[in-house]
């Protein structure tokens, strides 16, 4: 083998390995959820939320998730947290999550105190991640959205439920 040979396939085995490491550490990134894309912003007070919907005339899509659910971080991942970036909130909708390990700090739409824990009660979430399409004052406008397995369909399903409670917020 030449040295110009020799020396072309050093820079091209350096350049593939630097290609495969980089990839590694954006995965691992992703992963983590350091990504842009992928977290939701946790909602604080309800009540001042639906005041927001109200006045925006948008429907509050709440997720309902949990720290130890996969499912609930692939849904952020793939599905709620690009919908953020393509600037479906607040024009469209308005996207928040409720974690059901908050303990405190959390003020329902009537403005009292509550955990994430009894408004998941209130609300009958059996199993994360929900979706709730809900108005400015609680209502659940369409029937929740239980559970997440790919991204085939889900958007398309996502977007029709959006566009109906959106028809509903207008009457």
Do not use: W
């Not at 953020?84 to 409720?98: E, F, I, M, Q, W």
């Not at 009292?112 to 408004?119: G, N, P, Q, T, W």
Request: glycine share 8%.
């Amino acid at each position: 083998m030449s040295s110009l040979q020799n020396s072309f396939t050093h820079q091209l085995l350096a350049a593939t390995l630097l290609c495969l490491f980089a990839g590694l550490a954006l995965a691992d990134e992703d992963e983590a959820g350091d990504g842009p894309h992928t977290r939701l912003t946790e909602v604080g007070d309800l009540q001042a939320l639906g005041a927001v919907a109200r006045q925006a005339g948008v429907p509050i899509l709440l997720m309902f998730a949990s720290e130890e659910c996969p499912y609930c971080e692939r849904l952020e991942a793939e599905v709620l947290g690009p919908m953020t970036l393509a600037g479906d909130d607040p024009r469209r909708v308005l996207l928040r999550k409720v974690m059901l390990e908050t303990a405190d700090g959390l003020r329902d739409f009537q403005g009292r105190a509550i955990s994430a824990d009894e408004l998941a009660r209130r609300m009958k979430v059996g199993m994360v991640p929900t979706l709730y399409l809900l108005d400015g004052e609680g209502r659940e406008l369409v029937p929740r959205i239980v559970g997440y397995t790919s991204p085939d369909f889900y958007p398309a399903y996502l977007d029709q439920a959006i566009d109906v409670a959106r028809g509903l917020m207008r009457r």
